[in-house]
């Protein structure tokens, strides 16, 4: 890896979740865009991803680490070995015994691990596996991932509180004209996808988003 990827996610604030089919333009230009607005992180979130996505695994890598940004694939193991680690949801901890889903997915040292949690208990559940990051969600309802409703200010800021100062991103049906109350409820690290790939002007979007943002 050229960065120390542990020492850059300290600063992080802004996580682009990438999905090639919601681009409204191309998916390259689309991730380019966005770095250059300011994302910090880039999961590689489509599924199913195989062996044969290896490539395009390197180029958003490549494009990453050109804006010292980091890229992560979300649950695909053997993928994650050609980024810089990998996100699971709560389900795909479930394959793991409790505590080694890092040695079982065969995360070297130098490597992130990041677990989706939603509420109190899961939050706890995925301290077990030591992650060097959590999403936390939803805050708003989302086609995305089909919540029909998001947690309350309270609960977000609860769940924040529970991460014992590792990272948190909150995530969810974000965008620049809800992300206000997040920051009331001491949000400072976000995780986006369809305001920013939909977008007509990505690296605007990204920009004030970005901007928004307090430093990390």
């Known amino acids: 890896m050229p960065m120390n990827a542990l020492l850059r996610l300290r600063s992080a604030k ?52 050109d804006h010292d940004a980091l890229c992560i694939v979300n649950d695909d193991a053997r993928l994650a070995l050609w980024a810089d680690g990998l996100h699971l949801g709560q389900e795909d901890l479930e394959a793991f015994p409790k505590g080694e889903a890092r040695r079982a997915a065969g995360l070297d040292e130098g490597s992130i691990l990041g677990i989706s949690t939603h509420d109190m208990h899961e939050v706890e559940r995925a301290a ?13 309802p989302t086609s995305t ?56 002007d990505p690296r605007a979007v990204a920009a004030r988003l970005a901007a928004a943002l307090p430093a990390c």
């Open 14 to 65: 802004l996580y682009l979740l990438l999905t090639r089919s919601l681009c409204r333009h191309d998916p390259l230009e689309t991730l380019d865009a966005a770095l250059a607005g300011g994302v910090d992180i880039v999961q590689i979130r489509e599924k199913p991803l195989t062996v044969e996505d290896t490539a395009w695994v390197e180029r958003v890598q490549n494009r990453c680490h």
């Open 128 to 140: 077990a596996e030591a992650p060097d990051y959590f999403g936390v969600g939803p805050c708003h």
């Open 145 to 200: 991932k089909g919540y029909d409703r998001g947690l309350t200010p309270a609960q977000l800021e609860e769940l924040v509180a529970a991460t014992e100062g590792r990272p948190a991103f909150a995530i969810g049906g974000i965008t620049p004209d809800n992300l206000a109350p997040l920051l009331a409820a001491r949000v400072r690290r976000i995780a986006v996808s369809r305001c920013i790939l939909a977008a007509r």
